[in-house]
């Protein structure tokens, strides 16, 4: 069908509520139209995710329920064992969040599948544990992590309690493909499905098996643990999680970011709620300098990233980038793991192909293998699922450069309340050395090179932006540059050709003759082209200067492409 046809398929059909067809006949721009139906939100590795409102392209009722439908069908298809095992089902504060978390259980009990919902927000990494505690075939998180208030998003997890990979995905894909008309779609009274026991609520009873493990990974207790953390669950879910595990690891000199401390699904303190992005961390730094903090960590709205601040010989609080501290995290945990005698010899950290490579020099100190994935915890919390099988190493830690880090096994993705109570010791630990992390970063880097980087994001949004991203990708492949100042390319890595044990992904990494490389993708969540920039220098200055020319040049050829 065009885009017309799907549109009066929607507006005419009686399926489809009224206050549908309202908001659809509502809209005069007939771009906002195309857009909304030109394609069919696509389901993905990273499930679904985009704007929320009426049509094919968007978050709603029914694009969360065919998807659930199909997920269904795969579930069913693997027998009434997978069925009575059932699927776990999380949300955030997003607007509709709670609704579509339900709507994924009706559906999932009117095809005799068990559906285990949570009683309220909880952050990511919970639905990843209660999958891994409860034996569920699967699981659901209603979320879009970081993106601005208007989108929504839905991700799907398997037994492991990681993220699915491409061969379920693709399971869930072709039978999306075979519902067609959507009043096919199976769904069960919420009360019905509660007094029948197909629904269930999660309580409290997972956040403390949760609690209770996570505080078995504690590495040292010899520490300050009077250090001034401010902390900004940005309007999320993490405000009662990591609030409730630092107490409990003794952490009492906490204080929350009040104007940020319930939930708001606007973001209204905020805008775009990522705390990868500075600007989010106004309040935060507003309290820190007001309280004297020693540091500030701040969550995403889902609770599985997490970012930090920490305060400079000046008084004044720096920014500390992903990059920046997971190799921070590596080498605390490396370092006192191996000082306690209790790293393992077959241990593995195991990071994106696009983050930055000091943790590798840290790792290898310490004997410990370091394995690239491509971007996103289903790959990097993949390895941990091998590993239980072969045996081949001991997952100790994972990361990448967007602020997403997991340490231990007990969640299979990005966990930012285990990350925010291994920040809090590590801070805590040097603290009471007399050394900030900005000091113990600094000797990272006297010890290892400086290892700099910077990510930029083009946003080009709808078909053309999409065009546009997909023309810029087949330039840099065909036409690579091969001079950028004083470096010369010396290897070209195309993961749709030579992917290095990895799936297929559209990724271009350019291995320069200095030890520079810069990668160039299309976001998988979000209508953006990436250029993640690294360089390494014995000096500082001259590794910065480095990232300056790979920049310039390469936007420049990026603009270049219409």
């Known amino acids: 069908m065009s885009y017309k046809e799907k549109i009066a398929y929607w507006i005419e059909n009686d399926y489809f509520d009224e206050e549908t067809k309202e908001e659809l006949r509502s809209i005069t721009d007939e771009k906002e139209m195309e857009d909304r139906f030109y394609t069919d939100l696509s389901f993905g590795t ?3 995710r985009g704007k929320i409102g009426a049509g094919t392209n968007r978050m709603n009722k029914y694009t969360v329920s065919l998807a659930t439908q199909g997920l269904a069908a795969v579930i069913t298809n693997k027998g009434q064992e997978a069925m009575d095992r059932g699927v776990a089902i999380g949300y955030d504060v997003r607007h509709y969040s709670d609704k579509f978390a339900e709507i994924a259980a009706r559906v999932l009990a009117a095809n005799g599948i068990r559906a285990f919902l949570f009683d309220n927000i909880r952050p990511t990494p919970l639905v990843s544990y209660a999958i891994r505690r409860l034996k569920t075939i699967s699981g659901i998180m209603v979320t879009a992590s970081h993106n601005p208030r208007d989108y929504n998003g839905y991700k799907v997890y398997w037994e492991e309690g990681s993220q699915i990979l491409d061969d379920i995905a693709d399971e869930v894909s072709s039978e999306i493909g075979k519902i067609g008309d959507l009043s096919r779609i199976k769904l069960m009274d919420l009360d019905d499905g509660l007094e029948k026991g197909l629904i269930q609520y999660i309580g409290r009873e997972i956040d403390e098996a949760y609690d209770k493990e996570l ?15 401010i902390y900004t669950p940005l309007n999320g879910t993490g405000n009662i999680p990591v609030r409730r595990i630092l107490e409990k690891r003794g952490f009492n000199n906490v204080i929350v970011v009040p104007e ?52 400079d010989k000046n008084g004044e609080f720096q920014f500390i980038n992903g990059n920046q501290a997971g190799a921070l995290l590596v080498n605390y945990v490396l370092s ?22 000091l943790s590798k020099a840290i790792a290898k100190k310490y004997k410990v293998t370091t394995i690239d994935t491509l971007t996103g915890f289903k790959y990097i919390c993949g390895k941990a699922n091998e590993f239980d099988i072969t045996g081949e190493h001991e997952f100790v830690f994972g990361y990448e450069e967007s602020i ?35 000091d113990i970063l600094e000797e990272i880097y006297k010890e290892y090179g400086y290892y700099k980087e910077k990510l930029i994001s083009i946003a080009l949004e709808g078909l053309e932006g999409s065009k546009r991203i997909g023309r810029i990708m087949e330039e840099f492949r065909e036409n690579p540059i091969v001079k950028i100042g004083n470096m010369t390319l010396e290897n070209t890595i195309d993961y749709l050709k030579d992917h290095t044990g990895n799936p297929k992904s559209n990724v271009l990494k350019y291995l320069l003759d200095d ?15 990436k250029l993640y920039i690294y360089s390494m220098d014995v000096e500082a200055k001259t590794s910065e200067d480095k990232i300056r020319q790979i920049e310039s040049i390469v936007i420049d050829k990026m603009n270049s492409v219409q």
């Open 46 to 48: 990273a499930g679904l």
């Open 215 to 229: 505080l078995q990974l504690t590495i040292n207790e010899d520490i300050d643990k009077e250090i001034k953390i």
């Open 260 to 311: 940020q401390e319930n939930p708001d699904p606007d973001f209204t303190t905020v805008g775009y709620p990522n705390p990868e992005d500075v600007k989010a961390f106004d309040y935060a730094v507003a309290l820190g300098e007001k309280e004297n903090g020693d540091i500030i960590i701040a969550t995403d709205p889902d609770c599985d990233r997490v970012a930090i601040m920490a305060r």
């Open 336 to 357: 006192q793991r191996h000082i306690k005698g209790n790293l393992p010899s077959n241990g593995a950290i195991v990071k994106s192909i696009v983050t930055g490579d």
């Open 404 to 438: 997403g880090y997991v340490y231990g096994t007990m969640v299979r993705d990005k966990d930012g309340v285990n990350s925010s109570m291994l920040i809090a010791e590590m801070a805590a630990y040097y603290k009471k050395q007399g050394k900030s992390l900005l």
């Open 515 to 529: 030890g520079s490389w810069y990668t160039v993708r299309p976001s998988g969540t979000e209508p953006k082209i």
